[in-house]
């Protein structure tokens, strides 16, 4: 997975959309400090996540000082953050200025591919309605060989004969020795 920036980069740039969005509340964010806690703790010692879980501080000012503290504790807490945000938050992970700027580009970069492929690798200019007439016209056909109950309605044997020449060696001596018995 590469990134645009770095982790510690890409969490100074969420940082002011993690504090201002309404899905980040305290429920969330001690979730996040438990994770990072438990998992983690040495990013985040029990010191450390008891002053984050502090109902006593608004969950904005402790969310912005968490952010502060990963964003000091350097690549790994960030990206552990990330992790548990992903895992507890995806809606807000998917919303992130990052992860959107990061989706933009690849979007932008998978449709300019679908676009080269496409012109690559067109055959025919024909659309479905040409592909389904010589279908029907071959299942008309083949209906009429082998359902046919009179000699007039057998008269497509020599037709048979004829388009095994486009055939390949094996199939053609199968399609010729069919229409013969």
């Known amino acids: 997975m590469t990134d645009i920036y770095d982790c510690p980069e890409k969490l100074q740039k969420d940082a002011q959309f993690l504090c ?31 002053r984050f879980r502090n109902l006593s501080v608004p969950t904005k000012v402790r969310l912005a000082e968490l952010l502060t503290h990963l964003y000091l504790k ?26 959107v700027t990061q989706r933009d580009m690849a979007d932008h970069k998978w449709t300019y591919n679908v676009a080269s492929y496409q012109e690559r690798y067109v055959l025919t200019d024909k659309g479905p309605m040409f592909f389904l007439s010589c279908f029907s016209f071959l ?43």
């Open 20 to 50: 201002s969005n309404q899905r980040m509340d305290t429920e969330m964010v001690d979730r996040l400090v438990l994770q990072l806690n438990r998992i983690y703790p040495q990013i985040l010692s029990d010191k450390e996540a008891h």
């Open 74 to 99: 350097g690549e790994e807490a960030c990206h552990e953050f990330y992790r548990g945000l992903h895992i507890h938050a995806e809606d807000v992970y998917t919303s992130l200025p990052t992860r």
């Open 139 to 181: 299942v008309g056909v083949a209906i009429l060989y082998y359902y046919g109950e009179s000699d007039t309605l057998k008269c497509t044997g020599p037709f048979l004969h004829c388009s095994a020449a486009a055939l390949s060696n094996g199939a053609k001596e199968v399609l010729i020795s069919y229409t013969e018995v």
